[in-house]
């Protein structure tokens, strides 16, 4: 035994000296570490003579004939990585908290008007006049939020318990006006004095138009009164129209209108430029169109219109003091009262400012402004960044979703519609289409189209349209082709084809003057074309909008979601076609994602109809 061990040692330290030598000549080589412990751990088994193996290994060894086998050692589960989150979680990360606790309303909600909670005698009374019987999804869900059943809830300012602020994403078409327009009647009409009390912003002074119609149609009877400022008039007019004292320093302010309907840059412009233009008695700033007000940067509107509704932040402090030098002054000669203000022309959070001691209390007494912020769209952005910028206090959100036309109440991984589904389309900006709308989409050549389009409208009796382009240029020649081809057509063909259909050009090249008439003409139904910019592709409400064309197609999702929404509004029926060019297909399928992409996976995914026309054949 002894000689067996003296020769394995021999054999083993030849070999040892054996690979030392080998090693001298090799160049050194960067080790990996695993192949470095291999040949240590070689090493180690060489080094180890048998009889210094583990003692469990060599009992093993002593017992191979046992006749029972050995138990398995106890094998702890191997390591393993939590599932992956789900497309919903992971798209829900990141986003506001209140977006994520939304109350989803399904788009087929309604209520009766006379089972509505909170509405007045008197505005119930005025919808039946209206034609409205009932309330839609959004107005069910809205109208009990903004006029609860507790009257401090109603009261004009609440400056220890403000109201908080809504945010509102409801299809094209669905009744958000009357949304906001039926709360705001419902509780200015008890004011007394006349203020300023809410302002409505729009992006297009065609909406301020109409929703000053829809104010002026609810609110009869209710003695408040409603003012426009978008520019129409000269400013020294809207001045004179909106402020009644404008010589005397008022810090309340000075109003002759309880409602303000109104475009950005001509807010912006009264409250730089209007002597006693105050917003701090607002009660609702309503924020219409949201998504493409924020977009847009104007003079930094909303910040200056935020800073308005705030009192100021250099405090002008009043103490006891100024009260002794007041009343010395007084018995020394006359006060000067030029300065001095009644004190119910303040809103409570601005009372700091009038000239009175702050008395010291036990209880904080910190005031706020009593301006709730409503923001409303068809595609309201879910970009926190975005939203932060509006300041908003505890906001609550509003989402009418429903179920993509033609599928069941599910999204791409089983969720339920009304859920965490719904709020992954708001997360994902996967706008919900009026569920009365047909899409179509046409691919044709570039050069075939103004005659796709002439083709479709006789084909299709494509009357009551609104016809979209990119620009007011193509706008005037689509019109002109349009006439070209009718005339050719008309001459062509043997039998009298009934009269010629009425084609108009709208667009931010007319004055404003000629624009309102060709809308009123388009509303008559004397014109039965309308082919339009952009202008008019949101919030825009014709009730008898059949078609709606983007003969270009638009420039990305949302827009085309405020074209389509033109159509199938308040639960009727309507068609949107978009005619796609075949180079706009191929280079945006090569160049994804790009638009039109989205807008052919928006066609793809919701299985809509998708044709290709060649006329040429
Ligand atoms: N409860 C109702 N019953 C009947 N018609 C209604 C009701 N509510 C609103 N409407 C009508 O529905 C149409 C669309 O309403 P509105 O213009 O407020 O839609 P919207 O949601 O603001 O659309 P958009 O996003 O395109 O601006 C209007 O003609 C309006 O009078």
């Keep these: 035994m002894d000689k067996d061990k003296t020769k394995a040692k021999q054999r083993y330290l030849k070999r040892k000296k054996e690979r030392r030598k080998l090693n001298k000549h090799k160049k050194p080589q960067p080790v990996n570490q695993d192949v470095e412990s291999e040949l240590e751990e070689e090493e180690v088994e060489e080094q180890e003579p048998p009889s210094k193996r583990p003692r469990v290994a060599v009992e093993h060894e002593n017992v191979p004939n046992s006749p029972t086998p050995q138990p398995a050692l106890p094998s702890f589960p191997l390591p393993a990585l939590p599932n992956a989150p789900s497309k919903t979680t992971l798209a829900l990360q990141g986003l506001d908290k209140a977006l994520v606790d939304a109350d989803i309303i399904p788009p087929s909600k309604t209520l009766p008007i006379n089972d509505s909670q909170g509405l007045s005698e008197k505005m119930r009374k005025r919808l039946l006049d209206l034609g409205i019987t009932e309330l839609f999804a959004v107005q069910t869900s809205l109208l009990p939020f903004l006029l609860p059943s507790d009257p401090l809830s109603k009261a004009l300012y609440q400056p220890y318990d403000p109201p908080r602020d809504v945010c509102v994403s409801a299809p094209t078409g669905s009744g958000k006006t009357l949304a906001y327009a039926v709360p705001i009647v419902e509780i200015l009409s008890s004011r007394i004095v006349t203020r300023l009390r809410a302002l409505i912003v729009l992006p297009t002074r065609d909406l301020v138009v109409q929703v000053r119609e829809t104010f002026e149609a609810i609110s009869k009877g209710r003695g408040l009164k409603i003012g426009t400022a978008t520019g129409q008039h000269s400013f020294s007019h809207e001045q004179a129209q909106l402020v009644g004292d404008h010589s005397s320093s008022l810090q309340g302010g000075s109003s002759k209108v309880d409602i303000l309907i109104c475009t950005p840059g001509r807010l912006i412009d009264h409250i730089k430029e209007t002597p006693n233009f105050s917003l701090q008695h607002l009660r609702f700033l309503v924020v219409d169109e949201a998504d493409r007000l924020l977009a847009q940067s104007f003079q930094d509107w909303l910040s200056q219109v935020l800073a308005a509704t705030r009192p ?306």
Excluded at 375 to 395: C, M, N, Q, V, Y
Excluded at 514 to 530: P, V
Excluded at 590 to 612: G, K, M
């Design 312 to 617: 100021p932040k250099h405090l002008l402090k009043h103490t006891l003091e100024d009260l002794a030098s007041c009343s010395l002054s007084l018995s020394s000669g006359p006060l000067d009262i030029s300065n001095s203000i009644t004190p119910d022309a303040l809103a409570p959070a601005f009372l700091h400012l009038l000239p009175y001691p702050d008395v010291p209390s036990f209880i904080s007494e910190h005031k706020e402004p009593s301006c709730q912020k409503l923001l409303f769209s068809a595609t309201l952005t879910s970009d926190p960044g975005k939203i932060a910028a509006l300041e908003l206090r505890d906001p609550k959100y509003f989402v009418v979703q429903g179920p993509p036309s033609g599928s069941s109440d599910t999204n791409p991984e089983g969720e339920k519609g009304s859920g965490s589904g719904a709020l992954l389309n708001v997360a994902t900006e996967k706008f919900t289409m009026p569920a009365t709308l047909k899409e179509h989409m046409v691919i044709c050549s570039t050069y075939d189209k103004p005659l796709v389009f002439f083709h479709l409208v006789h084909s299709h009796h494509i009357l009551n349209a609104l016809v979209f382009t990119k620009s007011a240029e193509s706008t005037n020649r689509l019109v002109r082709l349009f006439e070209f081809f009718q005339d050719a057509y008309h001459r062509a063909s043997s039998q009298q084809e009934g009269p010629k259909i009425v084609v108009q050009a709208y667009s931010s090249d007319l004055p404003p003057a000629e624009r309102k008439s060709i809308l009123e003409r388009f509303k008559a139904r004397e014109i039965q074309i309308l082919v339009c910019s952009d202008l008019i592709s949101r919030g825009i409400d014709i009730s008898h909008v059949s078609h709606v064309v983007s003969y270009d197609s638009p420039v990305d999702m949302r827009k085309y979601v405020h074209r389509v929404g033109r159509t199938a509004r308040a639960g009727r029926e309507g068609d949107a076609w978009t005619l796609v060019e075949e180079q706009e297909v191929r280079i945006h399928f090569l160049r994804a994602p790009v638009f039109p992409f989205f807008l052919l996976q928006h066609f793809l995914f919701n299985t809509l109809s998708v044709s290709r026309l060649d006329i040429s054949k």
